[in-house]
């Protein structure tokens, strides 16, 4: 189930850097680029959340995306409880940082692996 997760997230994620279109609840013009920490999506129930980082970003693609995978969007991911950070394609336009919580879902140990072996090219930091 995990890896079924995993894959149709990634087919979500790189499908939404083309472009899908959605209303901006970002509050920004539809295709403004991201700068820096501007949008989120939380899975609070799978302990995690992602931050949208790269300059492919707009308001409309982070969105869609996080709404097609029934995320909540939001501006920011949270610190509480973290167990670290995933850095997902570093340095590209389609950059996405995932964070890692603690409780039912994930491990410290756990959580790096997820990094490591299911993101692509990502980058484990520990907090």
Do not use: P
């Not at 709404?67 to 336009?93: H, Q």
């Not at 994930?106 to 930091?125: H, I, L, N, R």
């Amino acid at each position: 189930m995990r890896n079924t997760k995993n894959i149709i997230f990634s087919i979500l994620l790189l499908t939404a850097v083309g472009g899908f279109s959605a209303c901006g609840a970002l509050e920004k013009d539809e295709e403004e680029v991201l700068t820096g920490t501007e949008a989120s999506c939380d899975w609070s129930a799978w302990g995690f959340c992602m931050e949208f980082t790269g300059l492919a970003w707009t308001a409309t693609n982070a969105t869609s995306t996080c709404e097609g995978m029934s995320g909540t969007v939001g501006r920011a991911c949270s610190t509480t409880n973290l167990l670290g950070s995933c850095t997902e394609r570093s340095g590209t336009d389609s950059e996405v940082v995932h964070y890692y919580y603690s409780g039912d879902y994930f491990t410290a140990e756990s959580a790096q692996s997820d990094c490591t072996t299911e993101k692509e090219s990502g980058v484990w930091t520990a907090s």
